[in-house]
């Protein structure tokens, strides 16, 4: 029985799923979305990223007149029919001295830190979480795949990560590597399944899909693709994003 658009949710990354890394959707894509998959299914975006970053990739403001639900940094920052309807804040949550304490770290760590290179922006405060960045975010399209190879070799990020787990292992914190640059930091609890507890409230959707490729453990969609109330869907690129909605819903 094909179900009405107002009982099935697709979620979607933004990174890797809608778009190639750090660029724009395809405008051939975007018709795709807004004309043959939103008709058919309530749509929302939840991403690491800032809202500021979802407007550079998705087409700045269009995004809140075309999804049903739109969720930054994680779904910490909620938005429903193109309006806020609440966020969260780490700075409140951890307290100024732990902050304080941890950035203070974080830039000490970065400064001994060998790499080829290093741009700028190694630190992003968002609301809800930290970005942390070893190359830096002012880093060009072609560095950014640099630094992803040479991650992929000598595993940065991840051995960051290890450090400051036990650094911190006093502060309820989780680590979670997405996209190609950087890893994001944020009270436990708070990833991407936050936003479930938004997108469900007076709906009644009988399926909730989630589309990620950063869904192995240690990703930044592992959680919400392996919840129990999400059926996950592990994508490779938004190419096939878009044949997997086809064969969900049958265009």
Request: hydrophobic share 35%; charged share 30%.
């Amino acid at each position: 029985m094909e179900l009405k658009r107002d009982e099935m949710l697709l979620l979607f990354d933004v990174d890797g799923t809608l778009t190639k890394p750090r660029l724009a959707i395809d405008d051939d894509f975007k018709d795709f979305l807004y004309k043959e998959v939103q008709p058919k299914a309530t749509i929302g975006l939840v991403g690491g990223s800032d809202l500021d970053k979802m407007y550079e990739q998705l087409n700045g403001r269009e995004i809140m007149g075309n999804f049903d639900f739109v969720y930054p940094e994680n779904g910490l920052v909620q938005y429903a029919k193109g309006v806020e309807v609440g966020r969260v804040s780490i700075a409140q949550h951890l307290g100024e001295d732990v902050l304080k304490s941890f950035i203070n770290f974080v830039l000490k760590y970065l400064s001994e830190l060998e790499l080829p290179i290093k741009r700028g922006t190694f630190i992003e405060f968002r609301s809800g979480m930290i970005n942390v960045s070893p190359i830096g975010r002012n880093c060009s399209t072609q560095e950014r795949k640099d630094f992803f190879e040479y991650d992929n070799k000598n595993q940065i990020r991840q051995q960051m990560i290890d450090v400051l787990k036990k650094e911190f292992s006093g502060v309820d914190l989780t680590y979670s590597i997405g996209g190609q640059i950087s890893f994001d930091v944020y009270p436990n609890g708070w990833d991407k399944t936050y936003c479930l507890r938004h997108a469900t409230k007076d709906t009644n959707f009988k399926e909730i899909h989630f589309f990620g490729d950063k869904t192995d453990p240690g990703g930044n969609d592992y959680e919400i693709y392996s919840d129990p109330r999400t059926i996950g869907h592990k994508v490779s690129s938004p190419e096939d994003t878009q044949r997997q909605l086809k064969e969900l819903l049958k265009i």
